[in-house]
């Protein structure tokens, strides 16, 4: 057996993921052509993100919409087995997701996997809400009269989310399920300088059974896409939570031209790890009263 | 022989892993009871024994509420809701994972169709479960004040009509809410209970959350009267519930217990849904149900067009074996049962009703009854009064709403009531003054987990499912 | 067997505001309720000799379908050969009840069915739509049955209907049902589709049943949805309450979105437990289908081989 010295085995080159729209369920690029570098908190480059144009957030309105009344229509039950499943697959993916948050947010690797960790149950706390809101919410009204009175709670519509620029993944998660749990469906607009995870997210969606266009997701300038999607008339509600704080008033503004629900960021949030109050779901959900004469 | 004859269409067992014989499920494992009781459970189709299953002793009650008692206070009370609810949300998942098996198990032990516990028992159960899992981490926001507790180790004895789907009511409110549970099946249907404790086993419930033990009254009388349990669970019937609730001391008790509900039938109903739902109300699960329509409370001038329709209907029911695919109407669960039914039934006759039973071929083995109606009952007869709890439909008539609710509330029980009318006003109307838990209007023998069920009067307190189903296992 | 079984009782003339309190007065159909019951029939499970049975029997009820603007004499031709041998390897096959052909082709038709048994079918009286004059549609009718159609699939108003026309209806049935009697058999297809409620369903099927109809139909298979369980239940239900009411039997017709041999069964398995063995007939229950025909040979070879087959080893119809 000769003992000459081995070369060194060439280094295996990284095949590098593309980081594209997820909208109506399928991965366009912007119609646009552009995209942007994407860095780490150190600057290194992580990669190119598509920079969604006021087309890809009017297709991706144009997709919501259509995904409503399947997703509305659908069953809690079936809405919150739905949502389970995310999760499990969120689970599946969370050393992926671990190593997205640490390079998009630099955080050390037991930070990040505790981040992930309470993304996903954060995710199915999320879940267990679908068929349990509209009981928390509803009720039977005692009218002073022979009428059976009744409110419930139904989904708005179509909800734009801005996610929060900082919490990439948690933060993500806990703007934009509070919308879905109830049967709205949604555009979300990435943190503007760490899209990655919730890239990442989108291939979850993808692979899980929620329906095409129930949640879509635009990475890009926030400045750019927001104003479009605040003054977009066939949107029913918008989350300002990750419009930059010159931004916002003028979004509300523009929200104001045809009553978009608005919710707003609060202080409470803090860095997303607490309990989440039900603001958010509540936000998205219209209240229906219905009368009918009992008597024979 | 019709033009169109079905070929048989079974089933097959082979998914089912058949166990000779079973220990009890004591703090996480399968053990032998203390002494050597054991009984066996047989398929009330064909009467071949199933397995043998242990007897669980006082000294085995004992052990298992200090399993339950230890796993509350080390582990289960002191977790965090959301990691509860994941145990539960794993359990709900291994019962869909494994629900062909468990519907085949539950047919062979119960005598039940095979559509029925496929299509209606086995997903039900793993909703339940997934949606009280929903609430283990949101108990806040419930409605009962911002830190509901549990109240510790729950007693817990559920009847064979349907032997998974009253485990998974009784089990998964109880473990939303942080208790532990000692819970008994039915001696003559013990073999799902036993199958989800090996779906504990799977699950990787910590020992001592769940305990399953087998037996009969007295192993039945030694849980809900042991003093190591804060909580007391039954479902079955009014007698013995009446005796749980004196003996229960301060334990809390919530009680589901018989029923004699009626179906009332205005002339507006829409009636080939109305003959569904009568049909469906009393023969599903062969009027093994607690909140069974055994009283068919028409109004009188569409008597005749009813009856007929209903007759009509019940010539194409399908009985036999459980295992078939489309057998509709499935075996009696016991011989005690069989002859409980016969002797109503014959009572029925002896007090001058005229009965009727649906043209079937009842097979030799096994304990068969076919589906049965009564004409000619007056409100004073046996079977008008007493719950059957078989496939018997009793049929009265009434001429105005008011009548028919005088008639529908005349008993002392008090489950659930069927309106069948086009009318929207009267069936809120009607369901306003019908003293019953649940009231089913232009449908019958509906569940659902969101949905509270529970009875008022001697058909017992507390309700079963929904947000108001977590009352039952919080201090509150 | 083509005759209606006696006369309808015409003579007992329920007309104008009469007619629209009879037909508002049937009993209501729940949906929700008439939808579970579908769907528990639907999940029968039929096989081995009953499905060897099924296969065949829905077979024996096709009526074998071409309606497009581009239908041309060869196509009709074509489709002619398969209804009369639809599997040319297997003789035990047995033959469709009908084809069904726009009326300026039933003469090709009628000339390829000669002497065979098979029954030709025309649509009429403005087919699909119906938008037509009462003229044209009688014309139409009257031409369908010239070139040698002995089954008549009329359309009605249904813009009538849905406005409450209901007399209107009822008198263009009962026109038709004029120039086809004792030449050919009357379907009136009801177009379930635009009704869009069982209400509807169940009183425009006893308004052609007191029109004269021998058969009521679902569909005209150009909208969507045509042909489903619950609809078909509640015709059958109206049949049957007929029959029972005035002493006459109507055939029921299911037609359009019945692709395969599993929708087939489950349609027989619907008769079977709502009207039973009387309706187990062709001359009483059709299924109106184009690429049916073909996944139910499959079956059937697969029921004899074992083997599941492909679509190589079947005829196309054209």
Known sequence: MSETVAASPAPRVAVRKTYKLYIGGAFPRSESGRSYAVTDHKDNFLANAAMASRKDARDAVSAARKAVAGWSGATAYNRGQVLYRVAELLEGRRSQFTAEVRAAEGLGARAAEAVVDATIDRWVWYAGWADKISQVRGAANPVAGPYYNFSVAEATGVAAVLAPQDSSLLGLVSVVAPAVVSGNTVIAVASESRPLPAVTLSEVLATSDVPGGVINILTGRTAEIAPWLASHMDVNAIDLTGAPDDLADDLADAAADNLKRVIRPRSADGDWTGSPSLHRMHGYLETKTVWHPTGT | MGKFEYAPAPESRAVVALRESYGLFIDGDFVPGKDDGVFKTISPATEEVLAEVTEASPADVDRAVSAARRAYEQTWSVMPGRERAKYLFRIARIIQERARELAVLESLDNGKPIRESRDVDIPLAAAHFFYYAGWADKLEHAGFGPDPQPLGVAGQVIPWNFPLLMLAWKIAPALACGNTVVLKPAETTPLTALLFAEICQQADLPPGVVNIITGAGPTGRALVTHPGIDKVAFTGSTEVGKEIARAAGRKKVTLELGGKAANIVFADAPVDQAVEGIVNGIFFNQGHVCCAGSRLLVQESVYDQVLESLRRRLATLRLGDPLDKNTDVGAINSPAQLAKIRELSDSGEAEGAERWSAPCELPVKGFWFPPTVFTGVSPAHRIAREEIFGPVLSVLTFRTPAEAIAKANSTPYGLSAGVWTDKGSRILWMAARLRAGVVWANTFNKFDPTSPFGGYKESGYGREGGRHGLEAYLDV | ?318
């Open chain 3, 1 to 318: 067997m083509n005759e209606a079984e006696g006369e309808p009782v015409t003579t007992v003339t329920i007309a104008g505001p009469d007619l629209r309190r009879f037909l508002d007065g049937l009993p209501g159909v729940d949906s929700v309720g008439a939808e579970a019951r579908a769907a528990v029939l639907a999940s029968r499970s039929i096989k081995t000799t009953a499905k060897r049975l099924a296969l065949d029997l829905a077979i024996s009820m096709i009526d074998l379908t071409t309606l497009e603007g581009q239908d041309t004499p060869g196509k009709v031709r074509a489709m002619c050969a398969k209804a009369t041998h639809p599997d040319p390897t297997d003789p035990t096959v047995p033959m469709v009840a009908a084809v069904c052909v726009y009326p300026d082709l039933a003469e090709v038709a009628a000339a390829e069915v000669k002497g065979t048994g098979i029954h030709v079918a025309s649509v009429a009286t403005g087919f699909p739509s119906g938008r037509a004059s009462l003229e044209v549609k009688l014309a139409d009718v009257r031409s369908a049955i010239a070139a040698g159609a002995d089954e008549v699939d009329m359309v009605i108003d249904r813009g009538a209907f849905l406005a409450g026309k209901y007399q209107l209806v009822f008198d263009e049935i009962a026109a038709v049902h004029e120039v086809c009697s004792g030449k050919a058999h009357l379907k009136v297809i009801l177009e379930t589709g635009e009704l869009v409620t069982l209400d509807n369903v169940r009183r425009a099927s006893w308004l052609a049943m007191l029109a004269g109809a021998d058969f009521i139909k679902t569909s005209t298979g150009k909208v969507s949805p045509a042909a489903t369980l619950p609809v078909t239940l509640v015709m059958l239900e109206a049949v049957r309450d007929y029959r029972e009411s005035h002493g006459r039997q109507v055939g029921v017709k299911a037609a359009g979105g019945i692709r395969t041999a599993k929708d087939a069964i489950r349609y027989l398995v619907l008769v079977n437990e709502t009207v039973g063995d009387d309706w187990l007939d062709p001359d009483w229950f059709r299924l109106g289908a184009s690429s049916l025909l073909n996944d139910l040979l499959m079956q059937r070879t697969k029921l004899a081989t074992g083997r599941y087959s492909g679509p190589d080893y079947f005829t196309l119809d054209s």
